[in-house]
């Protein structure tokens, strides 16, 4: 066989076993050592394709249509700094569990490390951050090697998705010439070996782990169910069943999905963030005992009374095998699958569903939510915390929010009040980065179909680049961005105390006009005056890029969030002296 | 002494030195955990400050900053994907020879994969793509610790910048409070302490080694010296007068810094890709000797004739301690500086500097050079090639030209015809990725004042956000956009064969309107439909952002470049028939 035929058959097996395992996506960026696997990848009737010339921008897309599917897509870039490019967001996929299978295409072996063009050490190009590598060989025809390239190409799969989900990086040394053949179309008759498939297991506790955390809790009235971010189908009703039976609140970051969604929310604790920013009232709202699920929530107020919980049981449960305790206080780590612990547990146990202090919980999150309704009610200029209650009443049901990191996460958990529309709200939570998140957005609206994007303007111009995949993949993307020119989070740090240089370090108001990267990338650009041409903006969205760009002043929001949490606090004083009475 | 005090002078000892050491320029991303390290650095008097809101281009700038002045830059980020996105840079950093400091504030040990957030693994993170790693301690106020901490910034910039020159990565962790203790001012009164110096030698052969090489090429008339990418100042001269007394043709490739400038330029061969490119004539320029200083220069045709040398000498010298032959044809690695090594030769031998070998070269050059200014001025409309050999023409005396991978730097190779005037041209050809292009040349234009890129589409748009360090920081840059609508290269590879998916896959054009964001950045934008006007705005351009658009054809451009080497292949036809008549 001819070297062109034998890395044809090759990587059509490769192919053909990632389709076999149900992949169906795969996010290309030109390049000529990849040209054998990009023509293939377009030649396979099952692969959907998406092109996107910036290598970063490519590999942050593809996590967010991974992260939306709850499935693995495919990355594929030529060799030298484009598989470096991926790195942010391998880095981000393997903390988050995003499960993404990297293909790098590299020299082969005598053009390594010689001074050869496009050319760098993609051998565990990125470390630990990748959960799996594998330096393929060379294009061969012998069936061993085949049946190595299908055991492998199922493996990459099962890596990725197995919890934790993560990337997996198979590097691909090709020689030239790399134009595989077409003819006769490789792809067109049925395989004759088998593919391999799997079945993947869930951790799960056996009865007498159960009891001894059923044995621990039942005592115990003063109990937190606190979920970060976890979104797998079936949790919600299953975490809920757990707070029935132990008579918990749930303090529901942003991402535990349970903010939003058909199931019942009387149970749903979401304004904990306002509550215990006065750290008066910790003593009053401290628990004796905690159950965490998903990852630690944005909050920083949640955060310092966590530490505070020194002789608490808290038992982090964890459907991974990760290590999710940054307060560390954690005293069981629990490795069960979250929904099984759940229903497990719940069964276990039977205690009063509505204790005086689940009471309390309910009637405090039920007036700090008609402070924060009122205050935005109030708040006539445009405002950041009150995009977020506007997003809340008019995203349609059904819909898919995506929430850039630094302030817009900050804004969504302090002021994204419980409702009853299906509204999906996902962040990259894993390294927290303003990188990447255009993409992601732009990758979550290539697989569900439409989108919307509350994000800040650095982050907005951090990816720009990711804008051109709404127009070239012609998506429905809703960007709504909040224009502080600058980085608003740092105002509310300490250096925000420190004017020298203030502006010039952290603030850095860029003042670009985003208008023009609107129009270049062929979108419609709204700026509303006042809150009727916002709602206007937004009700009206059906399809395409829109980005609405809300201008709001740094100063005035640390003053607007602080005033509200005030009022917080002042209504807790009120409750409490009522209790102590 | 309290935290912020230890962390403080801990810090300012650190950046204190590397001042010492005579850094005086760092790039810097705004963010919170590098807040102690970006504030110290903005106090110190002897530092420059450029923010950048993006890492990837930040370090891209840098990138460029420090190889115009051959100088090390610091780059500093916080900590988790921000560090990552440094990674293409780095990457580049460490196969092109440019020093780098890369400073990554990173979480304190105990917020180390326990799911914290903005937490990424940074130890080791660029992976054997950085020089050097080390892990810093945390701060501590002991003067062995301070001590140790003046030794790492002495030996970061050391390692930098000893050959090969490289990046080195200092990862910090820090604890919060993170704001540094500004009064009393750290940098006000002299360090008691001395600074710590350095003296960094050269590699220089002995004269038995010189000796050996003298005897092997003295008997051989037909030698080459080829340089590639080699920008040494005093290097021009010294490999001219090795040129003089061996009577062998410089073949240099527009990175070599020998087609410009104030030496000699009788003795250098520009067109040897053009020369080269019809395989007929490989024997008769065929040499018996290869002295080879530099990277692998970009002309395909040249690597394609040394891969056919298999019997002949053939010198790769390097300064540093690289492995740069990917013809795999080197028959002696020599590892000597190369200024150094030009005149130990030059003095050892002493040979027909005029032969009947050096006059072919010299005459084929001249005949191909002619045959190129003609193409170009029978050119009418806007075309690649001419827009070299307009720009060669054009820029001023003492111009610094930026060149995109991909098509311009083959273009510039081809095109870009010996001259008089100074103009330095400079590229990213470590790893030659089309990433990062703009930023780098931003970062020229910052240290000398004033730069002009020469870019294709795909790699403008790639890094189109290096052009805010051109909006924020009042820079002098004039961009050259060849606009082919998508990459040119991949019409000149076998792929362009198959028509199927290629536009898609490789063509891959985004019909981009780039004068938006030329707006957007607050830069002047021209697209001129002729030559005059290209003329015009060319030499119009004194100073800010101006992007001048050439609108040309992938087709026509694929077209025009074969024909030219057509005419060259039949000029060389006469000539060779002429010889052997």
């Known amino acids: 066989m001819e070297h062109q035929e034998i890395m044809t058959t090759y990587l059509a097996t490769f192919i053909r076993q990632l389709s076999a395992m149900g992949v169906r996506h795969a996010v290309v960026s030109p390049g000529s050592r990849s040209t054998p696997i990009a023509m293939l990848l377009a030649e396979h009737p099952n692969f959907q394709i998406y092109i996107d010339i910036d ?10 249509m991974a992260k939306e599917m709850r499935k693995p897509v495919v990355l594929l870039c030529t060799s030298g700094t484009a598989a470096a490019n991926y790195f ?14 990297v293909l790098t295409a590299d020299r082969p072996h005598e053009l390594r490390n010689v001074g050869a063009p496009q050319a760098i050490d993609q051998i565990r190009l990125y470390g630990p951050h990748a959960k799996w590598f594998e330096e393929m060989p060379l294009p061969e025809a012998g069936g061993e090697v085949l049946q190595f390239v299908r055991q492998t190409a199922t493996r990459a799969v099962v890596t990725a998705v197995q919890q934790p989900a993560g990337p997996v990086h198979l590097n691909f040394p090709l020689r030239e010439p790399l134009v595989p053949v077409l003819d006769p179309p490789p792809f067109a008759c049925k395989e004759e070996n088998q593919a391999i498939g ?34 797998e189908p079936g949790f919600p009703e299953a975490v809920l069943t757990l707070s029935e039976k132990t008579g918990y609140p749930i303090l529901a970051d942003p991402l535990s999905q349970l903010r939003s969604g058909k199931h019942g929310k009387e149970r749903i604790i979401e304004n904990y963030d306002s509550l215990l920013k006065d750290p008066k009232w910790a003593g009053y709202l401290a628990p004796d005992v905690v159950i965490r699920f998903g990852a630690m929530p944005v909050s920083k107020s949640l955060t310092l009374l966590l530490k505070k919980l020194e002789t608490v049981d808290h038992f982090v449960v964890d459907g991974g095998n ?33 204790s005086s202090w689940f009471t309390m919980w309910h009637t405090l999150n039920e007036r700090a939510r008609s402070i924060v309704e009122i205050a935005m009610e109030t708040e006539k200029g445009l405002d950041e915390g009150k995009t977020v209650t506007e997003l809340a009443k008019l995203l349609p049901d059904g819909s898919t929010l995506f ?5 817009p996460i900050r804004d969504v958990d302090t002021f994204f009040q419980v409702n009853s529309k299906n509204i999906r709200i996902l962040a990259n939570r894993g390294a927290n980065g303003i990188d990447g998140v255009v993409s992601s957005a732009a990758g979550v609206s290539a697989s569900v179909g439409k989108a919307y994007l509350l994000i800040g303007d650095l982050s907005f111009f951090h990816d720009l680049n990711g804008l051109l995949m709404a127009k070239m993949h012609k998506l429905n993307l809703c960007v709504i961005l909040i224009n502080n020119n600058g980085g608003g989070i740092f105002s509310f740090l300490p250096q925000a105390n420190e004017p020298k240089n203030f502006e010039r370090l952290f603030g850095t108001p860029t003042g670009l006009e985003f208008e023009y990267a609107v129009k270049m990338y062929g979108g419609r650009y709204v700026k509303p005056r006042d809150w009727k041409e916002f709602r206007g903006a937004l009700s009206g969205y059906e399809n395409g890029l829109q980005v ?19 009022q917080v606090s002042r209504e807790m004083e009120t409750y409490f002296q009522g209790e102590n009475q």
């Open 548 to 566: 609405i760009e809300v201008q709001t002043d740094r100063a005035k929001n640390v003053e607007n969030h602080r005033r509200m949490w005030m």
């Open 88 to 101: 942010p967001a391998v880095a981000e996929a393997n903390i988050s569990r995003v499960p993404l299978i």
């Open 55 to 64: 290598e970063r921008s490519a590999a942050f897309f593809a996590l967010g």
């Open 403 to 407: 929430v850039g990191n630094s302030m």
């Open 322 to 354: 990760g290590w999710r305790d940054p307060v560390k206080r954690g005293t069981t780590a629990v490795y069960c699958d979250e929904i099984a612990f759940c229903n497990k547990l719940a069964s276990a146990v039977s205690m009063d569903s509505h």
């Open 198 to 231: 799997s079945a993947i297991g869930k951790l799960e506790l056996g009865g007498g782990e159960i009891q001894k955390i059923a044995a621990a809790i039942r005592p115990k009235e003063r109990g937190l169910i606190i979920c970060g971010t976890i979104d």
